[in-house]
T-cell receptor
Framework: AQRVTQPEKLLSVFKGAPVELKCNYS??????LFWYVQYSRQRLQLLLR??SRESIKGFTADLNKGETSFHLKKPFAQEEDSAMYYC????????????FGKGTKLSVKP | DADVTQTPRNRITKTGKRIMLECSQT?????MYWYRQDPGLGLRLIYY???????NKGEISDGYSVSRQAQAKFSLSLESAIPNQTALYFC?????????????FGEGSRLTVL
């Protein structure tokens, strides 16, 4: 069965420090992975997807099929990055769904 | 702006009461979802619908039912609410066809069952 694991419930860093939010997945098919973010008092929104291979708000994430990982990275954290981050796996093709990890709360201290 | 709207935003009720959470969208998406968010448990899928005549159970459907009244409306009901259904509930939509992945979420409905 498909599964998404985010091992850290809480990650606390200082402003300007690098940050890495870990995500590992388990899926027998071809994975499509995403990071969603939820800022305080806002709705969940898509941050980035592995297909796009883009950098959003300074964040990047590379799909590593060998390690079944999709870690989210940013070289210099900002206070406004403080939020809840969810890794998500789309499975089942066009009739499939998204499964979410349990989330990591990122706190960036001044 | 095309949007996903949930009502009510906050609701406090008592054990045994029937509760309905409503979701409407102006995005024109075929697919609609209800998720529940609990601290430490992340987002879990309750029910989903790929079109008006399609209803599917998700990971945690027990104690819930849904109705897809129209393409734009998807309601979640708790027939007899219990305290462990206290949570933040999110509705989401997604375009159908070959599109994969991006969900558009509502602002959430916070439900407290006493």
């Amino acid at each position: 069965a498909q599964r998404v694991t985010q091992p850290e419930k809480l990650l606390s860093v200082f402003k300007g420090a690098p940050v890495e939010l870990k995500c590992n997945y388990s899926y027998s098919g071809s994975p499509e992975l995403f990071w969603y973010v939820q800022y305080s008092r806002q709705r969940l929104q898509l941050l980035l997807r592995h297909i796009s291979r883009e950098s959003i708000k300074g964040f990047t994430a590379d799909l590593n099929k060998g390690e079944t990982s999709f870690h989210l990275k940013k070289p210099f954290a900002q206070e406004e990055d403080s939020a809840m981050y969810y890794c998500a796996l789309h499975y089942g093709g066009s009739q499939g769904n998204l499964i979410f990890g349990k989330g990591t709360k990122l706190s960036v201290k001044p | 702006d095309a949007d996903v709207t949930q009502t009510p935003r906050n609701r406090i009720t008592k054990t045994g009461k029937r509760i309905m959470l409503e979701c409407s969208q102006t995005k024109g998406h075929d697919r609609m979802y209800w998720y529940r968010q609990d601290p430490g448990l992340g987002l879990r899928l309750i029910y989903y619908s790929f079109d008006v005549k399609d209803i599917n159970k998700g990971e945690i459907s027990d104690g819930y039912s849904v109705s897809r009244q129209a393409q734009a409306k998807f309601s979640l009901s708790l027939e007899s609410a219990i305290p462990n259904q206290t949570a933040l509930y999110f509705c989401a939509t997604r375009a159908g066809g070959g599109n994969t992945g991006e969900l558009f979420f509502g602002e959430g409905s916070r439900l407290t069952v006493l």
